[in-house]
């Protein structure tokens, strides 16, 4: 009798080990949505319902998967999407996940919130020719301005081609389970983007909505308001304030209407990513997959389109891509594996 591989082969495999080796409130922060979790699970239900129409008799003996985004090659129409603490997954978080990526020919979005600063994770990437893409980096917009500037100014002198600004978070989404079970990381871990900031290595964004009283907010919004993510992000103001920071490519992340994507192009936006944040955000909005074409239609190939939300197998890619997506982004799936073996 032939021995059983044991070896996981899909990501539904990869997912179900990391549950058994991640700590119970790490696979939690993972793995959770906001409210009843309705949107986390619509995004990844969606995709059965759409069906493929094979054609035959065509010549698939050579097979190019690869893209272009800002005139950047990639090997496969698949990137990394920003995640935090990475560092709880285990090994070497942010480091192993953009090595992975570099070397599968495509890139990486890192996290405000990663546990490795930004310097360090662009100092351990392999040189690679021209052709192929730079890092991106991920940006909640603090209501310091100063803070901010600071964190564009560092992505840019390291090396960074974009800015991916989350435009979703405006306040932090109702996760049940961590409320009631706030995520401390350990003591050897920090935001480590933050920590040379007063104030900054843990983050604040939970803590007006877990205040209990009005009282008690207003003096959490006094003490720590220059860390706050700014609620008041405007088309008129931000975006054109933004653009004068930097020379960097900007992204919006949190894209999901057809109104919005217009507006986007209108004001000189590089590129959108279609997104819910994983359904970690605000609950009973639409799967991306649902409101991919209509954004898709209205862009027009005007701006690359990026999408993410519930991709677990090739065919997810396929539907995303025949759909209007120029590239997708892999946020949870990334995680899963780092748990499971590293880089």
């Not at 990391?18 to 699970?41: E, F, I, M, N």
């Not at 050579?62 to 709880?88: C, E, M, N, V, W």
């Not at 192009?265 to 409101?291: C, K, M, Y």
């Amino acid at each position: 009798m032939e021995a059983k591989n044991e070896k996981p082969i899909t990501v539904d495999e990869i997912k179900a080990l990391a549950q058994k080796r991640l700590p119970a409130y790490v696979w939690r922060y993972y793995s959770d949505g906001a409210d009843d979790q309705l949107t986390t699970l619509r995004n990844q239900e969606v995709y059965e319902t759409l069906v493929i129409r094979p054609r035959i008799l065509r010549n698939v003996s050579s097979i190019d998967t690869s893209t272009r985004i800002f005139g950047k090659h990639y090997d496969i129409p698949i990137a990394i999407a920003p995640s935090a603490y990475q560092r709880l997954a285990g090994y070497n978080g942010e480091i192993d996940v953009a090595q992975a990526a570099f070397a599968r020919g495509t890139n990486i979005c890192l996290s405000s919130n990663a546990t490795t600063s930004l310097e360090d994770v662009a100092r351990t990437l392999p040189q690679r020719d021209a052709k192929y893409p730079k890092p991106w980096f991920q940006l909640y917009f603090v209501r310091s301005r100063d803070i901010t500037k600071e964190l564009i100014e560092r992505a840019e002198r390291a090396g960074y081609e974009a800015l991916v600004l989350t435009v979703d978070t405006t306040t932090m989404g109702n996760r049940l389970h961590e409320r009631k079970n706030p995520l401390k990381l350990p003591a050897d871990l920090s935001m480590a983007n933050m920590t040379t900031i007063k104030g900054g290595g843990v983050s604040k964004g939970r803590l007006i909505l877990n205040a209990e009283t009005a009282e008690e907010a207003a003096k959490i919004e006094r003490e720590h308001s220059d860390l706050l993510v700014d609620s008041a992000l405007t088309w008129t103001e931000t975006i054109p304030w933004l653009r004068s920071q930097t020379n960097m490519k900007i992204i919006l992340k949190g894209v999901l209407t057809a109104e919005d994507a217009l507006l986007a192009v209108e004001a000189g936006i590089d590129a959108i990513i279609v997104s819910n944040h994983g359904g970690r955000q605000l609950d009973s909005v639409p799967a991306t997959l649902e409101a991919l074409p209509e954004i898709s239609d209205a862009v027009k190939g005007r701006i690359p389109v990026l999408f993410d939300g519930g991709i677990s197998k090739g065919s997810d890619v396929f539907k995303a891509l025949a759909l209007g997506a120029d590239l997708c982004l892999l946020g949870r799936s990334a995680l899963w594996g780092l748990a499971v073996n590293g880089r």
